[in-house]
């Protein structure tokens, strides 16, 4: 290893910016917050109590609820994004230019649009008089308060993050459909493919190293979700809406709770390495055209 360094040591000299900034911004958080996780801060000391804090947030009723919030957030947003950016991708890939240019401008707006702008529209658009409700009621349905409503808290923001999200996958999957070989649809199409068996048979698996990429950093994504759920509904009500990186800072922050809250954030990371794992058991192998 240490030959290979040496014979390497420009390449590796200029990535060693990269590597101290990844060092100090993440490595050494991480470490810290394993060792604190095993304290509870009490008064200005940090007091050793074990696994106090693992057993008290595997007791506790509203942790385990975040937890249920955020798998269904998950749950509820990875498959729409994913589903809805390949149709979408696979829609425009074969246009011209410029529409495609014009397409994917318009889909990837939303995800370098300012998010507390974005969130401040939607709360305007889920007011009990806002134009959500003002629709629902020519249509003969009376409204509700979407964000103050424990059964519909959580979709609302489902929603946004959906909106938001949707138009980074949109980029990759047209960039990567746009690699396939046109010559694979035109024998498909001379052997009488349909437009879902082409999409199925060629498009999906040519495009899986894509898909697994984006899987990966929409879960992390969603698990991670935090400013959404704070500027929209603040976690609430009754925690309906809240998810494991809010809860994660209502504890050190509102109750200054800190090494409960780096209990909160090990755990987070555990469930993140292990889904990032079994993705990777079920989307691994090589792609070859």
């Known amino acids: 290893m240490w030959s290979k360094i040496k014979k390497e040591k420009v390449s590796y000299f200029l990535l060693l910016p990269t590597f101290v900034i990844y060092t100090l911004f993440f490595i050494y958080p991480l470490i810290r917050a394993i060792f604190y996780s095993f304290y509870e801060y009490i008064g200005r000391n940090f007091v050793y109590v074990g696994l106090e ?26 498959p729409i994004v994913l589903i809805s950016s390949i149709l979408i991708a696979n829609y425009i890939a074969r246009k011209r230019r410029k529409i495609r240019s014009l397409l994917m401008a318009m889909f990837y707006l939303p995800g370098v649009t300012s998010i507390v702008t ?45 909106y938001i999200c949707i138009g980074y996958p949109v980029i990759l999957f047209t960039a990567a459909i746009g690699n396939i070989p046109l010559s694979l649809y035109e024998v498909a199409e001379i052997e009488g493919a349909t437009y879902w068996q082409k999409l199925w048979y060629i498009t999906l698996p040519l495009i899986k190293p894509t898909t697994f990429y984006l899987v990966v950093i929409l879960t992390i994504s969603t698990f991670r979700a935090f ?10 009500p009754y925690y309906s809406s809240s998810v494991i990186a809010s809860y994660l800072a209502d504890v050190a922050f509102q109750y200054s709770k800190f090494g409960l809250a780096s209990a909160i954030g090990v755990i987070l990371l555990l469930i993140i390495v292990i889904l990032t794992i079994i993705q990777y058991k079920f989307f691994r192998g090589e792609v070859e055209y």
């Open 53 to 78: 804090n693992y057993i008290s947030l595997l007791q506790s009723k509203i942790f385990i609820k975040t937890i249920i919030n955020t798998c269904l957030l998950c749950i509820g947003t990875v």
């Open 118 to 162: 974005i969130c401040i529209a939607w709360k305007w658009i889920y007011h009990s008089k806002g134009i959500l409700n003002y629709v629902i009621n020519l249509a003969g349905i009376e409204g509700t308060n979407w964000l103050g409503n424990p059964k519909t808290a959580l979709v609302s923001v489902m929603a946004v993050l959906i």
């Open 227 to 236: 400013i959404y759920v704070i500027l929209l509904t603040g976690g609430g």
